[in-house]
């Protein structure tokens, strides 16, 4: 993307405590989005710099989750560390940190002691179950508050031990929510001239996507169970096998939409039956509607279902890996893949959403080098002396 336009969040600059992913992935939007991203790292780097795929020293997901920061190292259990974050939070508008509530209050660093010094500053706090209550200091890791936010309990098989999706849906989910919480803050501060702290839990993010499970049980005492390829209470929407092994998610739930799906499967008795005219008769039918559609999937190859389907204008579509995914020219008109280089070799990264039709974000470098800025931020923001830094080192507060 090379769109020279200005960006929503320029001129916004963002403290980024955190490590790992949920506080992480909350800089990098907002870093693509315009803000400037000051990364603290500690000397060491973030641990996420060597996770899963790594090459040429450093992970290849840590090139798209550090794009657009820069990266500062500092050793927060030293004092002299401590106090150069609070000499950066002078000059902040928002800090983004997900520790372990209480741990920036031990090292004097938290929101109170803050707001003393910058009463604009909004301060972005992310942790397992929040920063209050009787589990706040639980440690919370994306695997845990998942299952404790009720999508593990909804997501599998009947009869079956939940199954979690292969990625950290708590950490990516809640960073949203805490770049959502961030925008907000700004707008607000912007009429009242006051920072704020946005407190995200990564439990609360994952029960913000629980939909009509809490009035359903209040009010109709049902719990909904998980449901494998279907969804409870709509019918059918399903996933079924063709006959190349590939598979096919097939959204025929509407009632004209129905209609239209079973004749283009070949059972027009079943588009014509008044008892499967709407979803609450259909549903009593589940089976064998979900029959019917399976076994005519089997006779066809993926793509011929999904040409069929989409003749007749019901939706349908294929499951895609990565690899499908980079070859689809939707994916690729969309803009959905930057590319970085790294050392001069070429590397395709993810766009990040939502696409801003006069403000777009954009990838300006993809993640570097640990404390690759320090100069930048501690000598020429900071005005800290050749010397200065140089015993910094030594002593290991900085890299």
């Known amino acids: 993307m090379t769109s020279t336009k200005m960006r929503p969040l320029e001129g916004i600059r963002v403290i980024e405590l955190g490590q790992l992913l949920a506080g992480p992935f909350a800089g990098t939007m907002l870093a693509y989005f315009g803000a400037e991203v000051i990364k603290v790292e500690p000397p060491g780097g973030d641990p996420i710099r060597g996770w899963r795929v790594v090459k040429d020293g450093a992970s ?10 820069k990266s500062v190292t500092l050793d927060l259990k030293s004092e002299k560390g401590r106090e150069i974050v609070l000499q950066l939070f002078d000059s902040a508008d928002v800090v983004v940190e997900n520790f372990r509530p209480g741990a920036m209050e031990s090292w004097g660093l938290g929101p109170d002691v803050a707001k003393k010094r910058n009463s604009g500053l909004i301060y972005a ?8 209550g009787p589990y706040s200091e639980k440690p919370g890791y994306a695997s845990v508050t998942e299952g404790f936010g009720g999508f593990r309990y909804i ?28 925008t907000l803050a700004i707008i607000a501060r912007d009429k009242s001239g006051e920072g704020q702290v946005v407190d995200v839990a990564l439990y609360e993010s994952i029960f ?8 359903e049980y209040d009010g109709g005492g049902v719990v909904r169970e998980p449901s494998g390829t ?3 209470g709509i019918v059918p929407t399903n996933t079924y096998p063709c006959r190349d092994g590939k598979f096919v ?3 025929g739930n509407g009632d004209s939409i129905f209609k239209r799906l079973m004749i283009a499967a070949g059972r027009p008795d079943m588009s014509e039956n008044p008892a499967m005219a709407d979803n609450s008769g259909r549903l009593q039918y589940e089976d064998e509607i979900d029959e019917a559609l399976g076994k005519w999937c089997k006779t066809l190859l993926a ?5 069929i389907l989409e003749e007749a204008r019901v939706p349908v579509g294929p499951i895609y890996n990565v690899e499908d995914m980079m070859e689809d020219p939707h994916y690729q008109e969309r803009g959905m893949f930057e590319q970085v280089e790294i050392d001069g070799k070429p590397l395709k990264i993810p766009a990040i959403m939502p696409l801003l039709e006069g403000t777009p974000g954009k990838t300006d ?6 404390g690759s800025h320090n100069k930048e931020i501690l000598g020429d923001l900071l005005e800290l002396s050749e010397e200065a830094m140089d015993k910094l080192r030594s002593e290991g507060v900085i890299a």
């Open 249 to 251: 998610v097939i959204g």
């Open 208 to 215: 913000n996507l629980m939909e009509g499970i809490v009035p």
């Open 303 to 307: 793509r011929e279902v999904i040409d």
């Open 365 to 370: 470098w993809p993640g570097g080098d640990i």
């Open 60 to 69: 290849l997901w840590y090139r798209s989750l550090g794009r657009n920061k």
């Open 125 to 132: 706090r992310i942790s397992g179950y929040g920063q209050t």
């Open 155 to 182: 997501n599998g098989e009947p009869g079956k031990a939940p199954v979690r999706p292969n990625i950290s849906l708590g950490d990516t989910v809640s960073a949203i929510h805490a770049a959502l919480g961030v």
């Open 230 to 232: 279907t969804i409870t």
